[in-house]
């Protein structure tokens, strides 16, 4: 059975599955009592037990789980200030939470706009229940928890950090800052992309001890990838040659933008393509071989003049560097002319954007400002519902699509999430940089789906290898010369 920790749900699966488990006669404040001990743990696993701990509670189970939480850290002697935003709980298992903690004697407050200071501050206030911005006192609470935060208080969130939608990663308004938070029952999704890694701070997952049986009826709307995935990759056999992994077709290096092509072959032939081709301006030629004489370069002037270098190609790569102009539109119009397996990114998506087609043999690449151009909307709508935008441009274009950015999605069945990658990744050349990674895996055999899927894991990896080092100053080549070492795995 799939590990409950890689499946990823939205909110109202996750609503459903606790509803399931209660009905099967698992008494819901036992649970509620296993959530707030798993936020103690985490808590006291990061800085040991606090000495001062500011807990915000809102008036459902989020806030049942704080007035928990309040319970284990007064036992454990810390000085504790619990804050009731949007009044105490009146039923159900939140409600017995906070007569538990007022029977003791214990004071709960309205939330001040100004927080004690304090060593921790946990955040219980909304959960999963987020459906727009929040509002109000709600609003009032997460900025006052931000500037607690600010002031170098650590937060943890309780299930998801209030404000974040769960099932889309979108905070449509003020979202609370987590440096920790820890999730129940099943993992939601909205936590491994869009704003959700950035809210959510080191994610941390508890089943509470449910019996597995619950979650393996639920189908999940995505997986978690894990860097061991690319021991699927394998040992190559002793008597390979050069024709047994693929030739690699890459298209691109306007002017002004051949360095875009470079790095994109230079990632293609690090990841293990046998040959690599580059068709770019015929000005172009020599400078970019001298500067990686492995690859094979070709000066085109015309559509035409790509002919017989497809013909060869197993993979074609057409966007790195291409630009819009009338010598890009003729190598486009060219290309998709062919059978060729393709991969698509960046100026070859603004081009199709135009021209939009459906096609299963190829694999396209944007980032979300290239995937509002597909579908003709704005890149913040993309953001808000990255899932939903996936799965419209597969359906609109056909073949695998990888839409990156943080938490990075390619399709499926079934869709995988990437937790890996860093933001030193955030410089010009590194969507090249996974399109030769890509192209390479696919040429050497995998599948469109499984390249795509391992390619984006690979990219993320090595960069989180190259960012040892430190973050800032990360540039492309340093990511590319880490992928021999993620791409031969022990």
Known sequence: MQDI??????AEQVRALDHRVIASGIDGYALMQRAAAACWRALVAHHGVPRRIVIVCGPGNNGGDGYE??????????????????????????????????????VVAP?????????WVIDALLGTGLSRAPEGAIAA?????????????????????????????????????????????????????????????QRLFDDLGIDPRFSSELVPVAELQDEAELVRLGRRARGAHKGDFGHVLIIGGNRGMAGA????????????????SLATRPEHAAALTAAQPELMVHG???????????????????????????????????????????????DALNLLARTPRHREHWILTPHP????????????????????????????YGGTIVLKGAGSLVSGPPVSVCPYGNPGMAVGGMGDALTGIVAALWAQGLEAPVAARLGVLAHA??????????????????????????????
């Open 461 to 490: 990896c090595a960069g989180d290898h190259a960012a040892v080092a430190g973050e800032r100053g990360l540039l492309p080549q340093d990511l590319i010369g880490c992928l021999r070492t993620v791409l031969n795995p022990s």
């Open 369 to 396: 400002g290239e995937a509002a151009r597909l579908l003709q909307c704005s890149s913040a709508q993309i953001q808000a519902d990255r899932l939903g935008a996936l799965a419209e441009l597969q359906h609109r």
């Open 141 to 201: 609470a997460i900025a006052a928890i931000n500037a607690a935060r600010m002031r170098g208080a650590r937060v943890l969130a309780v299930d998801v950090p209030s404000g974040l939608d769960a099932s889309r990663g979108h905070a449509p308004g003020a979202c609370v800052q987590a440096d920790v938070t820890v999730s129940f029952i099943g993992n939601k999704f909205g936590l491994w992309t869009g704003q959700g890694p950035d809210c959510a701070g």
């Open 111 to 119: 939330c001040p706009a100004v927080l004690p200071e304090c060593d």
């Open 5 to 10: 920790r890689t499946r990823l749900y939205v």
């Open 69 to 106: 939480i309040a319970q284990l850290a007064q036992r454990a002697q810390a000085t504790v200030w619990v804050y009731a935003v949007g009044g105490v709980p009146q039923r159900g298992e939140a409600a017995r939470a906070y007569a538990a903690w007022s029977a003791a004697g214990h």
């Open 261 to 276: 092509a470079l790095l994109a072959g230079r990632a293609a032939l690090r990841s293990g393509a046998g040959l690599v």
């Open 300 to 346: 085109v002037d015309t559509g035409n003049a790509l002919d017989a270098l497809l013909s060869r190609a197993d993979v074609v790569v057409l966007g790195p560097g291409l630009g819009q102009d009338e010598w890009a539109r003729a190598l486009f119009a060219r290309v998709l002319a062919s059978d060729a397996a393709l991969l698509l990114d960046a």
